[in-house]
Structures are given as structure tokens and as C-alpha cells.
């Protein structure tokens, strides 16, 4: 945990050794605050040096421990006999500093940030021969240096509020950090240091607190996939993937060339027209340079290769499809692919829904087959569902999981049914969100309750972002609305259930969101960014209330939320008790990196589970039974299961899940 050694008999080594990270756990601040004591009693030991194994000085406290009572002697003391002892203490870093291992090195008189190891005693030693030639150590302490304070501080401090405030709505720990700074710079060290501790203690203690700490580990979760058959992350090989192949050079399409080529791997992209294939090419290498500029290298142009014929694709490791979502476009691609790339290449589809299976069906290869969903714009949003159909193998799912982490993503394997997880879930929410209109709110009114509670966008300025026409073609080609509608299904019914046609209407009148400059909200002009409301879609509210005689009522942002949130949930335990995803944490991994999900919430299951399953469970029973034609209200077999057995925590649900419905 830390290991003491006497270096050229007169420096005493620390190291801390608690893999990965060098945690501070209690054995280790144990073992720390031991060895400073040896080294400090020690006549024989001048200097001390304190560094960490494996090139990595210390991620910081050890958050697993964060669940439990604190074990083990605090830190505080130890960093306050550190920067008081009368030996000059020298960090040595390498690597990350996080957090208390920060503190750690700051209380330390020395600290050197070094790449090399092989120099790493010579520089020691000279650091430390520098710092006993050199002034007497109550110099070096920080507890003694004075901390500039600019005249304008609250002036500053108040600007810089406003923005936190702005882009972190709702979270409490960098306002807090603003408070500490403040005291840093108005106060005498031991004050200040107090204060620190009473935010960290209000922030510890806080729900945020717990939901940052789940969501950390459940981001690492979701890396360890798991198959029904035993395969998983640590017992199935990816293939190495040096060459793939994009078809289709649209939004989605450019993105993935351009997330992969800047991680090194050589791209063809193929468009089916001459003139697309042109301004496809023009905007992945603008994309491109823009990247390359930013991270200060060169743009990896040369891995490019832009062709309109799929011949040119038969020796690729792997192929994306990225073409329309259409099922029989990518059925005709699929089999074109078939006979021209090698047996062993492996088949993906970004699509955002559609059936995996069925696409494997039409290949040659069906276990070679798997669905890599990318969020728009696949360069920038960290999120990649990998749908596993019934027949992926579990070296194609490995290596779709293992390509997305190269590409900088959040992969999370997930089983394959319309929607997948993430938009599967969206419905019901989404859903909620129109019914509410219907009675008598606002979209501005549902955006602000979703953005007041944390989402960067509410439900209505998000679909205007990515386009109000995308739904609307497909409830057309699922007969919800359009001329295929039976003509018998009254209008605010289908198939048995509660439809609500508001946003059919505001796609006829040609609003399709932000492009059109018009949607829910106004624009300024066709692809503006800032929503205003529109009266127009009030008069639309007030005209569709009045010809269906439905009373508007006030609306609580109370019931917003929860009608929304507890929807998008209860979908949530459906897909749980189908396999469609395996752990909770990966449907709030998906929710988190690519809906917009307020982080310090912990996903839409964490959030459920810090409300009180019981709570959720009462409340879809109330609104189920004022809405009995919205079977999306109406609460789970799997929520009624984990109450029935005391609301356990969310990371034990998995056992009460029937795994043989699984279809990962
Ligand atoms: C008391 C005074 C107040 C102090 C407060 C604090 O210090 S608050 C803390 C402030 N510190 C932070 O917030 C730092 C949080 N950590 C990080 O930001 C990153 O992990 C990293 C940059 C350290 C390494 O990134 P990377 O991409 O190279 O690697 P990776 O991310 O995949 O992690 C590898 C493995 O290490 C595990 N693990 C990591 N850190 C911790 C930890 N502190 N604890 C426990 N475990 C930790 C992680 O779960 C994973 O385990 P697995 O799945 O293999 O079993």
C-alpha cells in the first residue's frame, strides 16, 4: 500500500502502491502516515521523496470507499504533519494528481512533474540537495504564502457565478468551488481550510455526491459486457482493425470517417452520386483540418480514399453501413456487400432502430454482423450503443465494443429491438411530453421543468434540434398518421391507445425544427439556434383543445417531471426485464452520453432509485389510472418486484432479473 525504502542513505522513498490508480484507501493513508512517521523520527533520513507505482502519482481518494463510513486515520492530519515536518518533503509526479492526491502534492515543499523514470532519482536527489542548500523550509509551506487577492474579487467571483450557473445548471460542487476560492483568497489559511472542509462536507453529503460517484463507476461497468453465453469483455478477442469502409457520406456517415481516421485508421467512403460523393469528401476534410487544428497535429488526409463503387471495398476489416434509414435500402446494401467483401470482413449498421437480425439475415455472414449506433454528430457525442443480434459472434461484438473505445467512445453493448435502449426509452418519454400539451401546458413550460431539473435542452427544443420530419416519417410508414390511417381509428387513438397527432400538425404546416427556422419554438432564420415561443403554436394549442372540448388545467412542474422522467424509467425496468440491456448502469450510461441526462442525477434508474422505488411505483399507479389508455404509465413487473423486496440499491437489481429473457 506504501512501500519505504532509504535511497543513498539519506532519502527516505515513499511509494504508493495500490493499483490502477494509487488510490488513497484507508490501508494506504494507514501505511503513509506510518512511513512519514519512520521517516521523520529517522536522524539518519534528510529529505523525503513520496511518489506512485506504475507512473502514476494518485488518482485520489479511493471512491469506492465513498459508500461506506470513512475507515482509517483521515487525511487532513497526515497533509498537515506533511507541510509542518521540519524535512523537506518532495512529490514526485508522474502521471495524474487527482483530487487528495492533489492536496497531497501540495502540501509537499517540492514537487516535480517528470516524464522520464530513468532520470527520475538523479532528479530527486538534485531537488533535494537544491531545497537543503536553499532557504529554510517555512518558505516552502503553503500554509505560509499569501494568496494574491485582485481588488474587483466579488466583482469577478460574480461573473464567473453566472456562467457556472448558466452551464452547469443545478450542481452544486463548482459553485461550492467558487465559495472556496473565495475564502482561499479572503481568509487566514486555517480559516479558509475550514471552510473548504464545511462545503466538502455539505457537498459529500449530498445526493449530487452520490449520483457522480455511481455514474463514475458505471461508465467503467458498461466497458465489461456480458452475453448470455458466457462470453464477456475479458474472455473474447477483438480483431484488430487497421482499414474500414463507410457507406453513405451524410451527417451520421461524415462523422464516423472522421472519428475514425483520427484515430489511425484508413477510411474508404462511398456515396452512390458523383455530386455527393464531392461535398461529402469537401466537408470530412474541412472536419477534418478543424480537428487536426485544434489538437495541434496534422490531419490524417492520407488514411482518406473516396470512391462511388462498393468494388473498391473488398479487402476492408470492416464495413459501417451509414445509409438512409430505410430497411430496404440497407437489406439491398447488405447483400451487395456480401459478394464483394472477403468472408472475414465484418458487416455494421448505424442505424438508430431498425432490426440488426433481420440485416444479418440477408448476408452471407450473419455472425460477422452487428450494429454500431453513433449519436449525431457521431465526431463529437461520446456515445456508441453496439447492438448484438441473436447471431453476432462474440469476436464481432468485442471488437465493435473495443473500436468504439479507440474512437474515444462510451460503447455499451445492448440487445437488439426497435429503438434499441436509448430510443426505445425516448418514446414513452417523449410521448408524456405531448400528452401534457394536450392538457394544457406549454412547450416552453415542459423544456423549462426538464432544463430546471438539469437536462442541457428540454424535450421540445432538443426534437427541434435534431428535426421534427425524422419522427414524422417514420409514424407514416408505421400508419400512425398520413393517408395509410384507417379512417375508423379516431384521432387521438391508435392501436387501443391514448396518440396524440399535435406533433403530425405542426409537421404539415412545413415547421420541422431549427432548419426550417420554425418548429415548436421560432427562429431567427432557417438553421438559427435561439428558440423564442411562437404564438402560432399557441393558437394551435387553443384551436386543438377547443375542437377536441379538452378543459386545459395548470400544470405543475412537479407532475412534468414526473410524468416525463417516470415514463422514460419505467421503459427502463422493461428493458431490463426483457435483456435488452443487462444493468441498470447501461441504460444510464446511454442516457448520460447521449440524451443530454444531467450527470449529477445519476441516469433515469439512479434517478428512480434516489426518488424511492416506492415513490415511482405510487405515483405511475396515480397516473396510470387517470390515463388508463397509456400503457407506458402503467408500472413495470419488475419496479412492482423490487419494491415487493424492499427497494434494494440499483447495482443489486441484476439479480432479481430473469437472465433467460436475455437478448444480448
Ligand atoms: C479525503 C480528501 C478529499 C479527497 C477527495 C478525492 O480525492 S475524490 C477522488 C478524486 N479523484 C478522481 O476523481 C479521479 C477519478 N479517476 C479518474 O479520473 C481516472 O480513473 C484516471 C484519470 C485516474 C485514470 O483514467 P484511465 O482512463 O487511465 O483509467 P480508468 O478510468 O479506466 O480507471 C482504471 C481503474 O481505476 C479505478 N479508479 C480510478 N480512480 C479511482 C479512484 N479514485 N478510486 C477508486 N478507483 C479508481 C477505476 O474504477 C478503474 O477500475 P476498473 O474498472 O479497472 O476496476
Redesign the pocket.
Known amino acids: 500500500m506504501a512501500r519505504y525504502e532509504l535511497v543513498k542513505r539519506s532519502v527516505a522513498l515513499i511509494t504508493l502502491t495500490n493499483p490502477?490508480?494509487n488510490?488513497?484507501s484507508s490501508a494506504v493513508r494507514h501505511a503513509m502516515a506510518k512511513s512519514m512517521e519512520q521517516a521523520l523520527n529517522d536522524p539518519k533520513v534528510t529529505a523525503v521523496v513520496i511518489c506512485g507505482e506504475n507512473g502514476?502519482f494518485c488518482?485520489?481518494?479511493?471512491?469506492?470507499e465513498f459508500a461506506g463510513p470513512l475507515r482509517g486515520p483521515p487525511?487532513v492530519p497526515l497533509l498537515d504533519a506533511i507541510e509542518a515536518g521540519e524535512k523537506p518533503v518532495v512529490a514526485a509526479i508522474e502521471g495524474?494528481a487527482?483530487?487528495?492526491?492533489f492536496?497531497l502534492a501540495l502540501v509537499c515543499h517540492y514537487c516535480i512533474a517528470h516524464f522520464k523514470v530513468n532520470h527520475f532519482v538523479l532528479k530527486i536527489i538534485k531537488a533535494v540537495g537544491m531545497s537543503r542548500a536553499a532557504k529554510p523550509l517555512s518558505s516552502r509551506r503553503v500554509s505560509m504564502l499569501t494568496t494574491p487577492c485582485p481588488p474587483d474579487l466579488d466583482a469577478l467571483l460574480e461573473v464567473v457565478t453566472m456562467e457556472v450557473k448558466k452551464k452547469a445548471r443545478g450542481v452544486m460542487a463548482p459553485l461550492a468551488c467558487i465559495q472556496a476560492v473565495r475564502a482561499a483568497a479572503t481568509m487566514p489559511y486555517s480559516k479558509g481550510i475550514k471552510r473548504e472542509s464545511e462545503l466538502?462536507a455539505t457537498l459529500f453529503n449530498s445526493g449530487q455526491a452520490r449520483a457522480l460517484q455511481y455514474c463514475?463507476?458505471a461508465q467503467?461497468t458498461a466497458g465489461k459486457w456480458t452475453l448470455p453465453s458466457g462470453a464477456q469483455w475479458n474472455n473474447s478477442k477483438p480483431r484488430e482493425i487497421r482499414s474500414a469502409a463507410i457507406i453513405g457520406l451524410g451527417t451520421m456517415g461524415r462523422g464516423i470517417v472522421v472519428s475514425l481516421a483520427r484515430v489511425g485508421i484508413s477510411v474508404i467512403a462511398v456515396e452512390s452520386e458523383k455530386k455527393l460523393l464531392e461535398t461529402g469528401k469537401q466537408m470530412v476534410i474541412g472536419m477534418l483540418e478543424r480537428d487536426a487544428k485544434r489538437r495541434g497535429v496534422s490531419a490524417s488526409l492520407n488514411l482518406l480514399k473516396f470512391t462511388l463503387s462498393l468494388q473498391d471495398l473488398k479487402d476492408v476489416d470492416l464495413v459501417i453501413e451509414a445509409v438512409f434509414e430505410d430497411m430496404a435500402l440497407k437489406k439491398r446494401v447488405f447483400q451487395e456487400l456480401s459478394k464483394v467483401c472477403r468472408p472475414a470482413t465484418l458487416l455494421c449498421t448505424n442505424t438508430s432502430g431498425l432490426d440488426v437480425d433481420a440485416l444479418a439475415g440477408v448476408t452471407d455472414r450473419p455472425h460477422l454482423v452487428v450494429g454500431m449506433h453513433f449519436f449525431s454528430p457521431a465526431h463529437v457525442m461520446k456515445l456508441l450503443e453496439v447492438v448484438c443480434g441473436p447471431r453476432s459472434s462474440s469476436e464481432t461484438i468485442a471488437t465493435a465494443m473495443s473500436l468504439g473505445k479507440r474512437m474515444g467512445k462510451v460503447s455499451v453493448a445492448v440487445g437488439n429491438c426497435p429503438g434499441f435502449v436509448g430510443n426505445r426509452m425516448l418514446k414513452p418519454y417523449m410521448d408524456q411530453a405531448t400528452f401534457l400539451l394536450e392538457e394544457g401546458a406549454t412547450p416552453e413550460q415542459i423544456d423549462k421543468a426538464l432544463e430546471d431539473f438539469g437536462f442541457a435542452m428540454g424535450v421540445f427544443r432538443m426534437s427541434d434540434l435534431a428535426g421534427l420530419d425524422v419522427g414524422w416519417r417514420i409514424r407514416k410508414e408505421s400508419g400512425l398518421t398520413g393517408p395509410d390511417v384507417d379512417p375508423k381509428n379516431p384521432p387521438r387513438r391508435r392501436h387501443g391507445r391514448r396518440y396524440c397527432p399535435i406533433p403530425d400538425m405542426v409537421c404539415e404546416q412545413g415547421r420541422f425544427g431549427q432548419k426550417t427556422g420554425r418548429g415548436w419554438y421560432m427562429y431567427d432564420k432557417p438553421g438559427g439556434t435561439n428558440a423564442k415561443p411562437d404564438p402560432l403554436i399557441q393558437n394551435l394549442l387553443e384551436m386543438y383543445r377547443s375542437r377536441y372540448a379538452i378543459q386545459p388545467r395548470n400544470i405543475s412542474d412537479q407532475e412534468i417531471i414526473e410524468r416525463c422522467l417516470f415514463a422514460l424509467a419505467n421503459e427502463g425496468f422493461r428493458i431490463l426485464e426483457d435483456g435488452i440491456a443487462a444493468r441498470p448502469e447501461d441504460i444510464d450510461v446511454i442516457y448520460l452520453f447521449g440524451y443530454g441526462f444531467p450527470r449529477h442525477r445519476g441516469g433515469p434508474m439512479f434517478y428512480a432509485s434516489m426518488v424511492g422505488l416506492e415513490r415511482v411505483l405510487e405515483r405511475l399507479e396515480h397516473y396510470h389510472q387517470a390515463h388508463p389508455d397509456v400503457p407506458h404509465l402503467e408500472p413495470s413487473p419488475l419496479l412492482k418486484k423490487l419494491v415487493a423486496c424492499g427497494s434494494p440499491s440499483v447495482q443489486t437489481w441484476r439479480e432479481h432479473i430473469k437472465t433467460m429473457h436475455s437478448h444480448l
Open positions: 490502477p490508480v488510490a488513497l502514476r488518482g485520489g481518494a479511493d471512491i469506492r487525511l495524474v487527482l483530487g487528495g492526491g492536496e466538502m463514475f463507476f467503467r
